[in-house]
């Protein structure tokens, strides 16, 4: 069975900080995706990224960047100088093909508080 | 691109009467759409998977005949929370697949009073 970990319930940094959200995960599959999503107060998840299993390069997008490393089956999420606006629930996600659709097992979520 | 809505954002209803609510993916089509549920401050749980032109598939202890999906067309999926209980008040959420990647939708607050 797939699982992901975000062992960090709740983090709160001061604007400014770089802050480092953890996402471990297990799976059996050899091919598959893991995504982060964002869900603000207003409760809509936005998509952030998604990584395919065979691509392990670092992404960097503006202040985000992810750091997947398959030894150690980690999807880590980095915010660089966070903003008030950056306060929201992240969830990592793992996805597993189940022939006509890719069902996501979403880790229990990070809340981060940025604030003043 | 890759927008989903759903309708309506927040009911509230009288415990007994049934509810539905509609998800669109508005710029692209889609096959799979998904249907979630989400407690207070706890992760997304799934409820079922909809395909068009078929049959969903639920989750392990969804009630299908509770939780009424129809996914009639390439961009509209609809759940239906047939008579419902105060414990179904909960927040809903859709999502819509574009490849290999979920896109959701704003979500529905019920409240069954």
């Known amino acids: 069975a797939q699982k992901v970990t975000q062992a960090q319930t709740e983090i709160s940094v001061v604007e400014k900080e770089d802050v480092t959200l953890d996402c471990v995960y297990e799976?059996?599959?050899?091919?598959?995706?893991l995504f982060w999503y964002k869900q603000p107060p207003s409760g809509e998840l936005v998509f952030l990224i998604r990584?395919?299993?065979?691509?392990?390069q670092n992404e960097i997008s503006g202040r985000y960047s992810w750091n997947f490393q398959k030894s150690t089956s980690s999807f880590n999420f980095t915010i660089t100088a966070s903003q008030v606006v950056d306060s929201a629930v992240y969830f990592c996600?793992?996805?597993?093909?189940?022939?006509?659709?890719?069902?996501?097992?979403f880790g229990t979520g990070t809340r981060l508080q940025v604030t003043l | 691109g890759a927008v989903v809505s759903q309708h309506p954002s927040r009911v509230i209803c009288k415990s007994g009467t049934s509810v539905k609510i509609e998800c669109r993916s508005l710029?692209?089509?889609?096959?799979?759409m998904f249907w979630y549920r989400q407690f207070p401050k706890k992760s997304l749980m799934l409820m079922a998977t909809?395909?068009?032109?078929?049959?969903?598939?639920?989750e392990q202890g969804v009630e299908k005949d509770k939780f009424l999906i129809n996914h009639a067309s390439l961009t509209l999926s609809t759940l239906t929370v047939t008579s419902a209980h105060p414990e179904d008040s909960s927040f809903y959420i859709c999502?819509?697949?574009?490849?290999?990647?979920?896109?959701f939708g704003p979500g529905t607050r019920l409240l069954v009073l």
């Open positions: 710029d692209f089509q889609a096959t799979t």
């Open positions: 799976t059996r599959d050899t091919t598959y995706y």
């Open positions: 990584r395919n299993s065979f691509d392990e």
């Open positions: 996600a793992l996805s597993e093909y189940t022939g006509t659709a890719s069902k996501l097992t």
């Open positions: 909809s395909n068009e032109g078929s049959k969903a598939t639920y």
């Open positions: 999502s819509g697949q574009r490849q290999e990647t979920q896109y």
